[in-house]
């Protein structure tokens, strides 16, 4: 499903169809723990900007949708779009419309607001949607999360009703963070965090006018509506927001020259190789790259550039993994990883570990050592200089259930003992195994594509298989390899 990257939060790029679409999926599912929506707006973006916690109860959601226009406008001015606005107060009627319709009865726990309220908003669900049955509400005291009594009186009532959606109106950010802790511990399918939706349902407080809402007017009807509640917040987040969003666009700009979209490499001489000494170049500044020809004087040049915005990027940490990862066979993952390893090793004086994926020229590699016992220090041959090189898998015939052990963050210390940094290089025909196992275990992943082959569709579902398993993707490199000089080189139309 596409994201847009607003603000350091992925907000769903989708519509209020396909949430609902989602939603009514999830309660097909078989019991686990309870997913959860986040409805981000203005004073949500704010806030997150301001708190480590809320920022990664936002990241653990398993759907997040734009509940402010100006997030949208923001998301246009940035370049990266939401198709439009899901407010929480929209969405419950909506997903009750759509649960009245079916076959089959939904239950609901309403949680949060002022006493009294949630009761009269369980009247008014029974009466206009016959297909959903509320069976429990709570409007738990001030502070009852940091309350061990309280807040277990409350997840024992959710656990008696095992309700199949529960809507919680606690305010941001307590909402947010009480089911973030909470969510293996709630027994229901889905939870909404919407904020005052149970108020608009129980018909406590009034919506604005459509009009007002069409055209991103809703908060002045809310403010005239509660003053002395809203008009401070409405202040401070009208002071705050547009310099986060000055932020973000500097932000976006810096990022359109350096790893955080798309690098440019210029074409190299020859082929890629399985022997890694022919993908050798000499480093820049010496006398024989001096007289080397352009177009691989222009590669190191280019490649020398690159270690330095990755070392920008991910800063002094120490022992570092890095994974170059191809759309393709034949993106160039050999050369460009061992041109940045290469030169990493010698212009920053690490001691650098490169790893190729497979490679028959190579009689042990590292997943041959944990098999049959013997020290990873066996597979390892020095390069040149602080470079040394190995591979995860050597003359034995590919055998990918041992890319369990890939996942062992052992594996990962033992590597890392001994070097500065360790770069993997991988193939995308792997990525559904090999390729994201390296991708979930490592500090960062650069994009390698084949800007003649690979359509822009293929990099976007590599994206979406990344962010999946949360990894951190620094940027995508285009390997202009078969490019002709005239030939274009931008292929990624969204940032990485």
Known sequence: ?????????????????????????????????????VTPNVN???KLDASQAFRQAYRDASMVLADGRPV?????????????????????????????SGDRRRSVYLLGAAPGVAQRASVMIQNLWHGIEV????????????????????????????PDILIIGLGAPKQELWIHANRHSVDAKVALCVGAAIDFVAGEKARAPLWMREHGLEWLHRVASEP???????????????????????????????????????????????????CMRPSVGSTEAEGQAGPARDFDMSMAQLVSRIDTALGSRPARLLQFLGTSWGAGVPDVAFAYASLSAQLCKRRVLL???????????????????RPLESAVRQVSGTLSYTAFRGLR?????????????????????????????????????????????????????????????????????LRS???????????QRRLSAAAPARVVEEPA
Request: proline share 7%; glycine share 8%; hydrophobic share 45%.
């Open 397 to 465: 015939e590919p055998d990918y259930a041992a890319h369990a052990m890939i996942a062992q963050s052992a594996l990962w210390a033992k590597l890392r003992d001994g070097f500065d940094e360790v770069v993997v290089g991988s193939s995308t025909p792997h990525a559904s195994q090999f390729g994201l196992v390296v991708a979930s275990n490592v500090d960062a992943v650069m994009m390698v594509v084949d800007a003649e082959h690979t359509q822009i569709a293929r990099v976007r579902d590599i994206l979406d298989d």
């Open 135 to 162: 069976v429990g509400t709570s409007s738990p005291p001030f502070g009852f999360e940091n309350v061990p009594r309280e807040r277990d009186k409350v997840l024992a009532a959710i656990r008696a009703a095992k």
């Open 355 to 373: 790893i190729s994926a497979e490679d028959p020229d190579v009689e042990l590699g590292v997943l041959d050592c944990l098999q049959c016992g």
């Open 228 to 278: 002395g509640r809203l008009s401070r917040r409405y202040a401070h987040d009208a002071l705050v927001f547009p310099g986060l969003l000055a932020r973000e666009m500097m932000a976006a700009r810096d990022a359109m020259s350096g790893p955080g979209r798309a690098w440019s490499v210029p074409a190299s001489d020859g082929q890629p190789s399985r022997d890694v000494e022919h």
């Open 72 to 100: 949208v406008w923001a998301s246009r001015v940035l370049g990266r779009p939401l198709p439009g606005v899901v407010p929480g107060s929209d969405l419950i009627p909506s997903l009750f419309d759509r649960l009245a």
């Open 1 to 37: 499903m596409k994201k847009s990257n607003l603000f350091g939060i992925e907000v769903d790029a989708i519509g209020m169809d396909a949430a609902i679409e989602r939603i009514l999926a999830w309660l097909e599912d078989p019991p686990g723990p309870c997913r959860y929506v």
């Open 44 to 46: 949500h973006i704010v």
């Open 469 to 479: 398993v949360r990894a951190n993707v620094l940027g995508t490199i285009m390997n």
